[in-house]
T-cell receptor, first 110, second 113 residues
Framework: DQQVKQNSPSLSVQEGRISILNCDYT??????FLWYKKYPAEGPTFLIS?????DKNEDGRFTVFLNKSAKHLSLHIVPSQPGDSAVYFC?????????FGKGTKLTVNP | DGGITQSPKYLFRKEGQNVTLSCEQN?????MYWYRQDPGQGLRLIYY???????QKGDIAEGYSVSREKKESFPLTVTSAQKNPTAFYLC????????????FGSGTQLSVL
């Protein structure tokens, strides 16, 4: 069974502070993870990815950390900006498809 | 510009009616996917196609049908057998089935009259 869980439906942070979005997975067989950002009534856009050969990947303000022993990954956004307000989906690459979590709605307050 | 085009943006379905959602890509990608998003839910896979003239059922294929007659096109039909069709539908593609980075269209909101 392959499940991806984002246990926090929402997160609110102040502009300039760090946003940390979390994701847990059940199946260690698949070793590629992605984060997508989605605005209302639009399609998701790719943000950042990581494979299990690394435990960290950084792209500008966005860093993804992977803890394989805990089956957990997190996305850090520093500094957070109001334009980052969106729903963030964690996804795991399966044998033939991506499996998505339910998403976390991030609100960055000015 | 290369990308994925979904049409229409909004669609209304009457009782007992079949409706077809269009998805076209000019990225020359082999694999295409249809996902459904409900409020507070993640993206659930309806159907996917790894190559022309071939497609596979996803997790929630009941009440839907697809075709893949051309590489660039992957239309989704929501049939009258789908009892809860109101949702946001997303089409996606990847360069090949082994590549899990998906590119998404802008979505179609389907509502029932």
């Amino acid at each position: 069974d392959q499940q991806v869980k984002q246990n926090s439906p929402s997160l609110s942070v102040q502009e300039g502070r760090i946003s940390i979005l979390n994701c847990d997975y059940t199946n260690s067989m698949f070793d590629y993870f992605l984060w997508y950002k989605k605005y209302p009534a639009e399609g998701p856009t790719f943000l950042i990815s990581i494979s299990s050969i690394k435990d960290k990947n950084e792209d500008g303000r966005f860093t993804v950390f992977l803890n394989k022993s805990a089956k957990h990954l997190s996305l850090h956004i520093v500094p957070s900006q109001p334009g980052d307000s969106a729903v963030y989906f964690c996804a795991q690459g399966g044998s033939e498809k991506l499996v998505f979590g339910k998403g976390t709605k991030l609100t960055v307050n000015p | 510009d290369g990308g994925i085009t979904q049409s229409p943006k909004y669609l209304f379905r009457k009782e007992g009616q079949n409706v077809t959602l269009s998805c076209e890509q000019n990225l020359n990608h082999d694999a295409m996917y249809w996902y459904r998003q409900d409020p507070g839910q993640g993206l659930r896979l309806i159907y996917y196609s790894q190559i022309v003239n071939d497609f596979q059922k996803g997790d929630i294929a009941e009440g839907y049908s697809v075709s893949r007659e051309k590489k660039e096109s992957f239309p989704l039909t929501v049939t009258s057998a789908q009892k809860n069709p109101t949702a946001f539908y997303l089409c996606a593609s990847s360069i090949n089935p082994g590549v899990k980075k998906l590119f998404f269209g802008s979505g179609t909101q389907l509502s029932v009259l």
